[in-house]
């Protein structure tokens, strides 16, 4: 346990609200740009004529766009620093948000939707690794948890925002455009943020990493946090190639990022995101003002409230609980929503309405903010902007995949057998944790990165 663990709340200077405000309106547009697109579909078909295939396209290239950003984010975060990424991210988003709006056809809108689907990636990488980087290591779960929670508040904003502006048809415009705002809202943050003072001491600048440390934790002793960093960027005479983030050495925190990337999508959360207003459909609640109002309380307004949970407990009783408790909710709960389409009985529409209520409460205090925040502690710094890249893209690819071929998987096996997949995701997915990831908690990234080195030193009570 580090001595930084042990002091829990040391006090976070005003810099350092400024890296929190950063890291929340970069989740925030990520969440916006995520729920939006439900509400402004129909406008837009209505718009352009569009037929099903360019529908999808519209939906989809965002998703296309954050796989492509991701992967470009983890290089230019490592060559630019983390700061100008999230600045590109915020010209982006915002350069985007305006094509959208005043796209005069398909062409132009897809366009848009591309590049601000770059930004979602680009900032997915940077934000969460800046956060990661900056935060004392007391603090590292609940500064990346942050991010979470303003990812859930942008999509429940989006969910509010489509029904607001749901009466006219040439509406959409505003809701696409509306990102805009937070785009510029966030390039003015980053303006005013810290480089990452890890990230300076990589490339060489260790004046202006003194300063800027000085500046965010004044009052701390900044000799052992210095020597500490550069103790583990050592070897590190320049960032490492592309072979080397594969490389054996690094293979056990690569699998377990991309593994907690992979299960954080394929135990269903986006289907149950995108397609809610479906689900509650055949649940029974018949009008759509019904499936609306399901959709954003029980899900939207619900993901926000039990994100905090999270927020409380990460760095009191660590990850591994959180992802462990969260699991076998998400795993329960999804097996009686299968269970209540089957019976199809009187309760069944009560029986989805609780059931998925207890998924997303699962969901939000465990794989939603600890996937992120693991992924972003376990690498070593040498590595860490690319491998989190690839974990990060890896999680796009997974969205797009469950998010593609949900509706072809409820129509070739049923509703029930579909829940009961993502049950078995998250039975698997237990099992998969209790045995492979270690606890991070209360360590400094300097310490974790000891564990790939030896891995003797995780802790039995970590494994077990
Ligand atoms: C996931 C998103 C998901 C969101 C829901 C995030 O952690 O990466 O795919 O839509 O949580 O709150």
Redesign the pocket.
Known sequence: MSKEAGTGAERLSALMMVVVAVIILAGMLFGYD?GVISGALSGIKKSFGLGPTLLEVVTSWVTLGALVGSLIGGELADRIGRKKAVLAAGVLFTLGALLQSIAPDTLVLVGGRLIIGIGVGLAAVAAPLYGAELAPASWRGRFVSAY?LA??IG?FLAYQVDAVLSGEESNWRLMLGAAAVAGIALFLAALAAPESPRWLLKVGRKEEALAELRAVRPGVDQAPVVAAIEGSLREEAHNASWAEVFDRRWRRPLMLAVGLAIY??ITG??AI?YYADGIFASAGFTTPAAQTMATTWAIGAV?VLATFIAIAYIDKIGRRPLLLAGLVGMGVSLFAVGCAFLSKGGAAGAVTLVGLVIFIISF?FSL?PV??TVINEVFPSRVRGRAVAVATAV?WGA?FVVSQFFLTLVEAIGRPATFWLFTFFCVTGWVWVWRRVPETNGRTLEEIELFWAEPALVPAADRS
């Open positions: 995520q979470q990812i859930t999509i954080q999508q959360i986006n995101i993901n939000a939603g996937v992120w999680n969205a």
